[in-house]
Every structure is written in C-alpha cells, then in structure tokens.
C-alpha cells in the first residue's frame, strides 16, 4: 500500500507540475498554486486519515511515502525537461 502512494504520487505531481509550469503564466501561477494549497491540504489530510482508519496502516508512513512520491515525481519531470524534451517546447523560466 505505501509504495502504491508513492508511485501514484509520483506519476501524478511530476506531469501536472510540468505541464501548469509550461501552460499557465507566471502570475496565474502563483494564484493557481495558493488556491491548490488551500483546497488540497485539508484534502490530502482527510484522505490520509479515512485511508489510515479504512487499511490499519501507518499514518507517517503513509505521508513519507507520497512526501517521497512527489519529489521523486518532480525531479523526474525536471529531468525529462532538461534531457528529453526539445528546447522550443521547454517551458520559460520563472
């Protein structure tokens, strides 16, 4: 079970943040992003809980796997960004 959490967390931050990053411009960025930690931190918390309560697992290892998930998920991003994708198609720097 956590490493499925780390694996969905990764697959999932890595992409959404490159695409927003090479989509939206940098002032909608920033209002996007403070709008997503408002909604999504009571979120992830009740998902957390109701997954602990529902499997008998650990709750900090359910939390350290997808903290691992997302940075393993970002650094993947940034890496295809910088190796794989073409120059014209690299998002602009912040």
Known sequence: MIVGATV?????????????????PASRRG??????????LPAFALLVGVLAVASDA??????D??????????AVALLAERTVVPERYRAEPA
Not at 31 to 40: D, E, K, M, W
Not at 65 to 74: D, I, N, Y
């Open 8 to 24: 969905v967390a990764a697959l999932g931050a890595g992409p959404v943040a490159w695409l927003a990053r090479d989509r939206l």
């Open 31 to 40: 209002t996007y992003g403070r709008v997503l930690l408002v909604v999504s």
């Open 58 to 63: 650990s709750l900090l290892s359910m939390m």
């Open 65 to 74: 796997a997808v903290v691992v998930g997302v940075v393993c998920g970002g």
